[in-house]
T-cell receptor
C-alpha cells in the first residue's frame, strides 16, 4: 500500500509570511495527525483528526496555525504569519484503530 | 500528560554487541507503550507495541520489556549492525485516550563497525 504523502519536502520563507503544507494519508485511515518536530526533540502533536472532525488541537497555536481535513481524506496545515520559532519539521501521520501510526517524510520549514 | 525521559546523549556501541535503550515515564501507567525508529530526514517508523500486561515482546533482533512498577521500558537490539544506527523514540498514550500519544525526545544510536 502507498505510504503517507506530504508536500512540499522543503520550504524557506521570511518571517511574517504564510505557508501551507499538504498531507495525503494512507487510504482507509480514519485518523490523521500533524506533528511539529524541532531539531533534537521528539514529535509534538499539533492536531488530530478523526475522519474530518477535530479530536484534539490543544497544542495548536490557534492565533497563527490552522488545519483542515476536507472529506475526511487529505489535510492541509497553514501557518500565518510565520515566526522564527516555527522552523521545524512538520510531520503528518495516519492510523487505523490499532494505535500504530504511519508517518510521512515530513516538510522541513525554515523561517528567516 | 505523560512526562517521558529518554537518554538524550547518543549511545555508541560496537557492531555485534547488544544495544539497550531506556524509556522512563512518570504519572499514570499507560495501557501500552510503543517504540519507533527515525532516520535523518525521514518520519518515524513503528517498530513494536507492548501492552501493560506483557512483560516482554520480541521481533527478530528486537526485544522490548515493560516494567509498570519501575515505570520503565527497555529496548534491546541484539547483534547490532551499522544499519541499526538511527534515533529511537518511545511513545506513550495520553490518559485522554483516543490514540493520542506523547513521544519522548529519542536516543540516537550509533553502531560502530
Amino acid at each position: 500500500e502507498a505510504g503517507v504523502a506530504q508536500s512540499p519536502r522543503y520550504k524557506i520563507i521570511e518571517k511574517r509570511q504564510s505557508v501551507a503544507f499538504w498531507c495525503n494519508p494512507i487510504s482507509g485511515h480514519a485518523t490523521l495527525y500533524w506533528y511539529q518536530q524541532i531539531l533534537g526533540q521528539g514529535p509534538k502533536l499539533l492536531i488530530q483528526f478523526q475522519n474530518n472532525g477535530v479530536v484534539d488541537d490543544s497544542q495548536l497555536p490557534k492565533d497563527r496555525f490552522s488545519a483542515e481535513r476536507l472529506k475526511g481524506v487529505d489535510s492541509t496545515l497553514k501557518i500565518q504569519p510565520a515566526k522564527l520559532e516555527d522552523s521545524a519539521v512538520y510531520l503528518c501521520a495516519s492510523s487505523r484503530t490499532d494505535n500504530e501510526q504511519f508517518f510521512g517524510p515530513g516538510t522541513r520549514l525554515t523561517v528567516l | 500528560s505523560q512526562k517521558i525521559e529518554q537518554n538524550s546523549e547518543a549511545l555508541n556501541i560496537q557492531e555485534g554487541k547488544t544495544a539497550t535503550l531506556t524509556c522512563n515515564y512518570t504519572n499514570y501507567s499507560p495501557a501500552y507503550l510503543q517504540w519507533y525508529r527515525q532516520d535523518p530526514g525521514r518520519g518515524p517508523v513503528f517498530l513494536l507495541l507492548i501492552r501493560e500486561n506483557e512483560k516482554e515482546k520480541r521481533k527478530e533482533r528486537l526485544k522490548v520489556t515493560f516494567d509498570t512498577t519501575l515505570k520503565q521500558s527497555l529496548f534491546h537490539i541484539t547483534a547490532s549492525q551499522p544499519a541499526d544506527s538511527a534515533t529511537y523514540l518511545c511513545a506513550l498514550p495520553n490518559s485522554g485516550g483516543y490514540q493520542k500519544v506523547t513521544f519522548g525526545t529519542g536516543t540516537k544510536l550509533q553502531v560502530i563497525p
